[in-house]
């Protein structure tokens, strides 16, 4: 029900836009988050839009050059990344959360994104 895309392979300094496509159900009253996931290290949270409100939220280590938007009508979520960095090297994962939740219950399978120096 969620499919991320837009990942690859980009020089230091670059930007790139993740999509993730939300299918198979109502979203509406879900934040939709997008986490990473590093070699060797556990998963962390990258930033989140409640699809309601459109209020985002943001790592502290990602804010500035991170962006999370949505289109309502294609049911989409983006992840614009500027100013790439090699430590932004990770799987790429959206998820969804319902707002009474406290735990993120559908992911997508994953984006690659690979920075060179």
């Known amino acids: 029900q969620l499919q991320a895309s837009g990942g690859g392979l980009v020089q230091g300094g670059g930007s790139l836009r993740l999509s993730c496509a939300a299918s198979?159900?109502?979203?509406?009253?879900?934040?939709m988050g997008w986490f990473r996931q590093a070699p060797g290290k556990e998963r962390e949270f990258v930033a989140s839009i409640r699809w309601s409100t459109s209020n985002t939220y943001y790592a502290d280590s990602v804010k500035g050059r991170f962006t999370i938007s949505k289109d309502n009508a294609k049911k989409m979520v983006y992840l614009r990344i500027n100013s790439l960095i090699p430590e932004d090297t990770a799987v790429y994962y959206c998820?969804?959360?319902?707002?009474?939740?406290?735990?993120?219950?559908?992911w997508g399978q994953g984006t690659q994104v690979t920075v060179s120096s």
């Open positions: 198979g159900r109502s979203f509406s009253a879900y934040y």
């Open positions: 998820a969804a959360r319902h707002f009474a939740s406290t735990s993120y219950s559908y």
